[in-house]
């Protein structure tokens, strides 16, 4: 079962409307695996640097998966060194 619409793995998208989707996304999932990064910290400009290339939204999302899961382990292991 696919969560998304085939829609959203079809190059259809401008950018701008990539950079919604991927803030839609990032508010939906915002506890999880780093998103809320994307709505507290990231202007457009800087989702649509780090989403540069991708022509879906699935290519947008899996091009700052990687980089917000480890910004999401860091600050994990932040808060756990200062409990140590």
Do not use: Q
């Not at 969560?3 to 998208?13: D, G, H, N, Q, V």
């Not at 290339?53 to 292991?77: N, Q, S, V, W, Y």
Request: glycine letters at 4%; proline letters at 4%; one cysteine or more.
């Amino acid at each position: 079962m696919r969560k998304y619409p085939r829609r959203y793995f079809e190059p259809t998208f401008s950018f701008a409307e990539l950079v919604e989707m991927i803030k839609a996304h990032a508010i939906k999932n915002y506890n999880k695996n780093g998103w809320d990064y994307v709505v507290e910290c990231y202007e457009d400009e800087e989702i649509l640097e780090m989403i540069k290339g991708a022509k879906t939204f699935h290519g947008a999302k899996c091009k700052m998966a990687p980089i917000l899961k480890i910004k999401d382990e860091m600050r994990r292991e932040a808060k756990a060194m200062r409990n140590w």
